[in-house]
């Protein structure tokens, strides 16, 4: 899985000026840490159910749009240590942020 997908959000959110984008509630960013570790098996895999993760299709075991909060979560973990918007890190590779985040004291094993 990769967080590619943070990165609109995290534009939407310059844009608009709200805390979050439309569809992502405060409830749902504060569950992303109990589904933190199976993402993180699924950071460098292609392999991985888009529609469980991201539009609710496994709503029994994680909720719909999951996959935009963990991903919106990363991309402002990175937006912070870089101290760039959105805006400038539209080119940054998705193997760069995850790299900068792995390299990070606490890095991505800790949510």
Not at 76 to 89: C, I, M, N, P
């Amino acid at each position: 899985m990769r967080p590619i997908e943070g990165l609109a959000c995290k534009f939407e959110t310059e844009i608009t000026g709200e805390e979050l984008p439309s569809f992502i509630s405060p409830a749902l960013m504060d569950q992303c840490g109990l589904h933190w570790q199976a993402a993180q098996e699924l950071l460098d895999s292609k392999e991985f159910c888009l529609q469980s993760w991201f539009h609710g299709q496994a709503l029994d075991k994680m909720p719909n749009y999951l996959g935009y909060a963990l991903g919106l979560s990363l991309t402002e973990k990175y937006l912070s240590l870089v101290e760039q918007t959105a805006a400038q890190a539209y080119a940054v590779s998705t193997n760069e942020v995850v790299s900068i985040l792995r390299g990070t004291e606490g890095g991505l094993a800790n949510w």
